[in-house]
């Protein structure tokens, strides 16, 4: 046998000394010593003893190595499945915070479904082809049926309300709304107006086929963005012009697009041809200054129903200032001049309205001039002994009512009558 084995005490087979197990029959082997360690290099470089597993762990072996792997296998799915799922569930706390998270839209790379693209920007030909037939120039008369002024307005309901500025239809009896397609309709009455703020909401008598023009919001205006205007400039019928926004003064919107009379009441319009403005004024005395008040001023009579007819609006703020009530004395080869103030920031649409008679002398004849600065010379009756009085006058400046009894140099007249200075606050 060799040096360093011995015979197995069951088997009698050759095993290493110090065995425990016989790698033969598997049984242990009596020592009469602890089993050793390897201490010398010679056995450490032969290497462990190999031992045989038993029969019962070569059984549990592959049964272990399932187990562990079938282990890994549900841990990697249950990790792949976790940040990928949207089904909260146990096991499943960071899915559910991630839903319970609000979405921030403005830090999405990419825009949802319900993300709608921007309006596109309309040119200037665009927007006056698709607003221009919902614009009317309007024809404003006083009592006595002379035609007042003109101005223009736009529809903003599908049942027929015009908008435009208050002050073209102060002091207004009736009046008649001209479309672009060469229709008119009569104005019916006022669903509402605003002296202070300028705007004015009418119903017209007929309906017509025209959409209302799209509201807009003013108040997302910046300086330098582009507006349009549609309007009726001295009556040119649906004229448009173009500009910017060139400042806010106050709520009122002042811009480079010219407007002139007559575009008074006409829509401004931004580059989605919605209306964000109203014309309203323009300075004649600087170079393009122009302006506009927001629609909003008007909303509330949008879309509400004639409450007043025009007759009741003009009564309710026409006011009547007496010029000559009574008798008043012209001397022989003299004149006589009663001085008129006008003031535009209170009064429109001021005019001298009356009725006089002259007595005293031969035939009691006398003339009657109305003259203006800035205006010359509006009214001349020549030499006459009765005769009614109805001048417009400007809108600012001083006038004279003269009594001229120049041309009698030994009779002197007596004039009565009532002349007043009516005008629309």
Known sequence: MEPGYKSCPHCAEPI???????????????????????????????????????????????ILVIAVVGILIAIIAALWKGPLSATPGAGHAPARAAEAAPIDASKSALPGPSSAPPPRELSTGEIFTQASPSVVLIE?????????????????????????????????????????????????GVVGYDPGRDVAVVALGSTNSQPPLKIGNPGLLSVGDKLVAI?????????????????????????????????????VLNTRGEVVGVAVAMVAAGENLNFAVPITWAASYIDGTPSKSLTEVAQENTVAENVLDGQVAIPAHGNRELNIRLDANRM??????????????????????????????????????????HVDLPAEGTCQLVFDNSASPMFGRNVTGTIALRYVK
Request: net charge positive.
């Open 16 to 62: 290493r000394e110090g065995a425990v197990i016989c790698r033969f029959c598997n049984r242990t082997v009596v020592q009469e010593t602890a089993a050793r360690t390897l201490t010398s290099a010679a056995e450490f470089k032969a290497g462990p003893i190999l031992r045989p597993s038993s029969p019962r762990r070569r059984d549990w072996l592959p």
């Open 348 to 389: 429109s649409n001021a005019e001298i309205h009356g009725d006089f008679q002259s007595s005293g002398g031969l035939g009691g004849l006398i003339r009657v001039a109305v003259v203006c600065n800035p205006g010359g010379m509006l009214f001349d009756s020549g030499r006459v002994g009765f005769g009614q009085l």
């Open 140 to 188: 404003v008369f006083d009592d006595e049926g002379h035609k007042r002024a003109l101005g223009s307005g736009f529809l903003v309901s599908a049942s027929g309300s015009v908008l435009t500025n208050y002050h073209v239809i102060r002091g207004a009896y009736s009046a008649i709304a001209h479309f672009q397609d060469g229709t008119s309709a009569s104005v019916l």
């Open 231 to 267: 309007g009726s400039p001295e009556g040119l019928q649906n004229t448009t012009s173009e500009g910017i926004v060139t400042a806010f003064r106050g709520a009122v919107i002042q811009m480079s697009t010219p407007i002139s009379h007559g575009s008074s009441g006409g829509p």
